[in-house]
T-cell receptor, first 111, second 117 residues
Framework: GESVGLHLPTLSVQEGDNSIINCAYSNSASDYFIWYKQESGKGPQFIIDIRSNMDKRQGQRVTVLLNKTVKHLSLQIAATQPGDSAVYFCAENIPPGQFYFGTGTSLTVIP | GAVVSQHPSWVICKSGTSVKIECRSLDFQATTMFWYRQFPKQSLMLMATSNEGSKATYEQGVEKDKFLINHASLTLSTLTVTSAHPEDSSFYIC?????????????FGPGTRLTVT
């Protein structure tokens, strides 16, 4: 379902370190997940997606892991850069096609 | 490709007036459009789903008479906030799916910031 009125958790990492952002989802019927990046005052930007029949997917500097047993999703960013500073949301698709966003995590990269 | 635009990007209006926000898919036909609302430091909350030529499906708790959605063509959906009040001040974001590559892939607009005074 939808996140409700929660303030964003924050994560601070040193430039060059790896970042791990976590997300818990609640609906076992969710069959598709997306990670989005949102910079201040802008719309969400697609990063990477994964279907429920997979447990890992890699992109450029990013990896998404899906653990359906505990309904957990994570986004790993390798060699984090200052331009990665943003708010990151996971979104789950609940068939037949409703997208719900997680609470989000604010990532700050320290130069 | 797959660009979604919103207009206006920022609007300030007086309490009691109505505001229309447009969402356009610029280079593809959007079979379905979604409207989200986002309060500061919070996540996106799905308000409604609209399919071209049919009535929008609203999420629980969203007043359909207050947030009027019209999806008149495959490239345009509008959200009208009627009789706006300060508590309606928020960031409104639309997204669209084309259904051509993946029925799940959504393309987001840049958002519209509404401030009601």
């Amino acid at each position: 379902g939808e996140s409700v009125g929660l303030h964003l958790p924050t994560l601070s990492v040193q430039e060059g370190d790896n970042s791990i952002i976590n997300c818990a989802y609640s609906n076992s019927a969710s069959d598709y997940f997306i990670w989005y990046k949102q910079e201040s005052g802008k719309g969400p930007q697609f990063i990477i997606d994964i279907r429920s029949n997979m447990d890992k997917r890699q992109g450029q500097r990013v990896t998404v892991l899906l653990n359906k047993t505990v309904k957990h999703l994570s986004l790993q960013i390798a060699a984090t850069q200052p331009g990665d500073s943003a708010v990151y949301f996971c979104a789950e698709n609940i068939p037949p096609g409703q997208f719900y966003f997680g609470t989000g995590t604010s990532l700050t990269v320290i130069p | 490709g797959a660009v979604v635009s919103q207009h206006p990007s920022w609007v300030i209006c007086k309490s009691g007036t109505s505001v229309k926000i447009e969402c356009r898919s610029l280079d593809f036909q959007a079979t379905t459009m979604f409207w989200y609302r986002q309060f500061p430091k919070q996540s996106l909350m799905l308000m409604a789903t609209s399919n071209e030529g049919s009535k929008a499906t609203y999420e629980q708790g969203v007043e359909k008479d207050k947030f009027l959605i019209n999806h008149a063509s495959l490239t345009l959906s509008t959200l009208t906030v009627t009789s706006a009040h300060p508590e309606d001040s928020s960031f409104y974001i639309c997204s669209a799916t084309s259904g051509s590559r993946s029925s799940y892939e959504q393309y987001f607009g840049p958002g519209t910031r509404l401030t009601v005074t």
